[in-house]
């Protein structure tokens, strides 16, 4: 593939910004684009030339989640392979979540499944009224296993029971209700606004913004250690399901899938 799955710019302030770059579909992301927004991420954590990471998304979408394709590619294969693809998500959203720089989503679109963890993994999301929002796994016979923690801390676990169940779209005014966006602006303002946060967050010492960061994890200590893992092993298991393959696949097909109870 010839284009760039993810494009990177930096400016002279120090601030990163990583742009999902598949806009054809709406941003989805593979095996490919985990592994490079990881990577990207790690390394911007360790430069201390970079204070800010921006995640925007080139295109209509901010982004659709994983590649539905790719998905249905892996439920044709082991539950260990499907474990540790999911270990790799699992992976980027922890990087991104604990990155000891602030970060910052450009919300300019609709987000659906995993595009609503990277959000809800971000430090400050700003959107605009075009956003859409969806936590729509169980339509596909899954559930948002690896954003869950993420997203549960975003809206809380009373929300979390009706979206993860309902999948029901969200305006933007309802993700900001919910706690997954902090600021709704109009779209010819939204660069102006997030300008504007990014002023505020240079001013303050990075040593400090760091340590903010961690005094706020350390509220959330209660979580099990081995969170990652075990959500990982829960998507995995359901792609390679009999009921995640029908998902995936009438999803695809554009048909009804037909659910085996009992």
């Known amino acids: 593939m010839s284009q760039q799955l993810l494009t990177t710019t930096r400016d002279p302030r120090g601030v990163l910004t990583l742009t999902l770059n598949r806009p054809e579909i709406h941003n989805a992301f593979n095996d490919r684009l985990v592994a490079a927004l ?93 956003v859409k929002m969806a936590l729509s796994e169980v339509k596909l016979g899954l559930v948002p296993a690896v954003i869950g923690p993420y997203v549960v801390r975003a809206i809380g676990p009373r929300q979390a029971r009706r979206y993860f169940q309902t999948a029901e779209t969200m305006n933007a005014d309802t993700a900001q209700r919910l706690g997954l966006l902090h600021e709704v602006v109009a779209a010819t303002v939204l660069d102006e606004r997030i300008a504007e946060i990014v002023n505020s967050v240079l001013g303050a010492g990075p040593a400090a913004l760091e340590t903010a960061k961690k005094l706020v994890a350390l509220t959330q200590e209660d979580r099990p250690a081995k969170l990652s893992r075990r959500t990982a092993e829960i998507i995995a298991r359901l792609r390679a399901s009999a009921e995640g393959r029908e998902g995936l696949s009438a999803f695809l097909e554009k048909r009804q899938p037909k659910w085996h109870h009992g």
């Open 38 to 130: 990881t990577e990207r991420i790690e390394a911007a954590g360790h430069d201390s030339d970079v204070r800010v990471l921006l995640l925007a998304g080139e295109g209509k979408s901010f982004s659709a989640g994983a590649d539905l394709n790719w998905m249905r590619s892996k439920a044709e294969a082991a539950e260990s392979e499907n474990l540790a693809d999911a270990l790799a998500l699992a992976g980027l959203m922890e990087r991104l979540d604990r990155l000891p720089k602030p970060t910052i989503a450009r919300v300019h679109g609709p987000a659906f499944g995993g595009g609503v963890g990277l959000i809800a993994c971000c430090d400050i999301a700003i959107g605009t009224p075009q």
